[in-house]
């Protein structure tokens, strides 16, 4: 059983930066896809980034493509988002999530395991 901790949300001004972390315990880490979703209040889910098993595919939303990058060390058992330039539109819950299959996590919704989400807040 995976179990998948998010960190590094909180509050920041347009054009700022943030770095989210994703720490995974109690299974085999470099045996699943990552992905990064996020929720806004009203709204639903959607896909953020995702990363291969050993990181050499990234593909992201055209949304934040150029903005964010995601990212992985197999060795700590973690994934990343790097998030520059923050737009007011970028708030919402973000959460990681972990699947085998590349084609379920970057078009479906990823079925194996989820964390609870860090909040973002861009303030324009």
């Known amino acids: 059983q995976v179990q998948l901790v998010e960190s590094g949300g909180g509050l920041v001004q347009a054009g700022g930066s943030l770095r989210l972390s994703c720490a995974a315990s109690?299974?085999?880490?470099?045996?699943?896809?990552m992905g990064w979703f996020r929720q806004a209040p009203g709204k639903e889910r959607e896909f953020v980034a995702a990363?291969?098993?050993?990181?050499?595919?990234?593909y992201y939303a055209d949304s934040v493509k150029g903005r964010f990058t995601i990212s992985r060390d197999n060795a700590k058992d973690t994934v990343y988002l790097q998030m520059n330039s923050l737009k007011p539109e970028d708030t919402a819950v973000y959460c990681c999530?972990?699947?085998?299959?590349?084609?379920?996590?970057?078009?479906?919704?990823?079925?194996?395991?989820w964390g609870q989400g860090t909040q973002v807040t861009v303030s324009s």
């Open positions: 999530a972990a699947d085998r299959s590349w084609g379920v996590v970057t078009t479906s919704t990823p079925r194996d395991y």
């Open positions: 109690g299974g085999t880490f470099s045996r699943y896809v």
């Open positions: 990363i291969s098993w050993s990181g050499t595919s990234t």
